[in-house]
């Protein structure tokens, strides 16, 4: 069983920044391409950015490319996500999710392990 604990969430203003972090507890870790999705009030989960299991290959929707920057510590089983230049449109749950062998996708039936979310909310 893989479980997902994602940190770092907040309160920020527009133009601020945020890390957040996921801690897997498996020891497969390097095995799992890793993503963050997003759900914002009365909108569907969307995918936010992903990694592959190397950390090698990232992969980021449209709207945050360029500000948001995915990144992996293998021997920590974690994956992070820096958001930077951050948007009020940027407010949401942020959750983390792992896709066992894959390669970074932007599905969300790819994933079979989910976090719980962690809240970022962006001021104008």
């Known amino acids: 069983q893989v479980q997902l604990v ?5 309160l920020v203003q527009a133009g601020g920044s945020l890390r957040l972090s996921c801690a897997a507890s498996v020891r497969t870790f390097s095995r799992y391409a890793m993503g963050w999705f997003r ?19 990232q992969y980021y929707a449209d709207s945050v490319k360029g500000r ?21 449109e940027d407010t949401a ?19 079979e392990h989910w976090g719980q979310g962690t809240q970022v909310t962006v001021s104008s």
Do not use: H
């Open 6 to 10: 994602e940190s770092g969430g907040g």
């Open 39 to 57: 759900q914002a009030p009365g909108k569907e989960r969307e995918f936010v950015a992903a990694i592959d299991w190397s950390g090698r290959k």
């Open 68 to 88: 948001f920057i995915i990144s992996r510590d293998n021997a920590k089983n974690t994956v992070f996500i820096q958001m930077n230049s951050l948007k009020p």
């Open 93 to 111: 749950v942020y959750y983390c999710a792992a896709d066992l062998w894959g390669g970074g996708a932007s599905g969300e039936s790819a994933y």
